[in-house]
């Protein structure tokens, strides 16, 4: 078997692959993210993840950061939307050591006030460093905009005078309403057994008392397409084309992610590239993604260009989205794109990393995981008539924001 899942009694799921080598990654995957958030809250679940860092009831703030390091190893955590994660990489023989950090920090953390004061003002340079970055700051706005009114539709760094209000007793109550047991999942790769990868998530995690979600996650309401300009004097125009999308559980999902790896992908080929770029010059940077939600999704076409050359570019990004929307690809061009497809997920899955990553969140989300091969056998079963379809239902009402 690929991978072998347990529950502890407390209600926390694990997931473990055994590979051979020398390294192992493990993370705690929290089903809790700035979707969470109260509106009083924004920015909270971002703060908590650099919190965690800062101390526990057993080690100082340099402890928990030098706890791995000194073993040639790394821990590290990241938040979005919908969940927050703590993860390391370790030797294989430390895999205990960075589970039991990991836990210590999950559940013993003590947010001490005069760290979180100096953790805030870390977290305003990371804003300042976005207001920066056109093409990051338009992501998000973008996003903002297209789940205003609702838990999605605000950013996960929040703002410097919400940061400023944020106390260890505030984080508190926020971890207890949304770190519960029943949303997390401890997932490990490594050369060692499934048994002891269980016996050590039990030696550490299992303690924790049982706990429950006592909220569910309102579905954001529908949305008008909208077009925006935002003079920022930049050198170039930044602009996004985009849309909502299929939920994380949705089968259409499939067929939408392969639409949009033939539309944009990272791949030179991708139709995006050819025609923008490779054809005319106009771009240096155009590409296309769609990231999944648990109940809905984004569909997003990002490029930069001199600002002369923005409607040209626009006028060609719609010409390819409208040949999607109505033209079903020939055999040999869905076979080329499946093949593509499949080989950049057998590539992306050789790390170790990611896969580990990607197990804990699949499992947090849909309770399983599919091997490989059977992500690779629902690849080559789609028709063109379904990348079509799922083409003229999102690619038909898009969305624009420009910066310029």
């Known amino acids: 078997m690929e991978f072998s899942t347990y529950t502890l009694p407390n209600g926390i799921r694990g997931i473990h692959r055994q590979v051979r080598n020398a390294v192992a990654h493990c993370a705690l995957v929290i089903g809790a993210g700035s979707r969470d958030e109260h509106p009083a809250e924004y920015g909270l679940a971002h703060l908590t993840e650099h919190a965690f860092f800062k101390g526990t009831e057993r080690r100082k703030a340099w402890q928990v950061n030098c706890r791995l390091e000194n073993l040639g190893g790394e821990l590290n955590a990241f938040t979005t939307k919908e969940d927050t994660t703590i993860h390391a990489t370790t030797l294989k023989g430390d895999f205990a050591k960075a589970a039991e950090l990991i836990a210590d920090i999950a559940f013993r953390s003590t947010f001490p006030d005069r760290e979180l004061e100096r953790e805030k003002e870390v977290i305003v340079d990371e804003i300042n460093t976005y207001k920066d970055s056109p093409a990051d700051l338009i992501y998000d706005t973008f996003e903002d905009m297209l789940f205003e009114g609702s838990e999605l539709g605000h950013n996960i760094l929040g703002l410097k ?208 995981i599919d091997t490989m091969e059977q992500v690779y056998a629902k690849v080559r079963a789609l028709t063109a008539r379904q990348l079509t379809e799922v083409a003229e239902e999102v690619f038909s009402d898009m969305s624009r924001l420009i910066y310029k």
């Open 161 to 368: 005078a919400s940061l400023m209000r944020y106390d260890g007793q505030a984080i508190r109550a926020f971890t207890a309403r949304t770190h519960t047991t029943d949303q997390m999942v401890f997932s490990s790769i490594g050369n060692f057994s499934a048994k002891t990868a269980e016996a050590v998530a039990a030696r550490y995690f299992a303690l924790q008392p049982a706990s429950q979600r006592g909220f569910v996650r309102a579905t954001p309401a529908p949305y008008r397409a909208f077009e925006k300009t935002v003079s920022k004097h930049t050198h170039q125009t930044h602009c996004i084309i985009g849309s909502r999308a299929f939920g994380i559980s949705e089968d259409r999902r499939l067929p939408l992610a392969l639409v949009t790896n033939i539309l944009g992908g990272p791949c030179a080929n991708s139709l995006l590239n050819i025609v923008v770029r490779e054809k005319n010059g106009l771009s240096y940077n155009i590409e296309a993604s769609y990231t999944p939600y648990g109940d809905t999704g984004i569909v997003a076409i990002y490029f930069s260009s001199d600002h002369s050359n923005a409607e040209q570019c626009i006028e060609l990004i719609e010409g390819q989205l409208h040949k999607l929307r109505t033209v079903p690809l020939t055999a040999r061009q869905l076979s080329m794109a499946k093949k593509q497809f499949i080989a950049q997920l057998a590539i992306s899955s050789e790390s170790n990393e990611s896969y580990m990553l990607g197990a804990g969140k699949s499992l947090l989300v849909h309770d399983g």
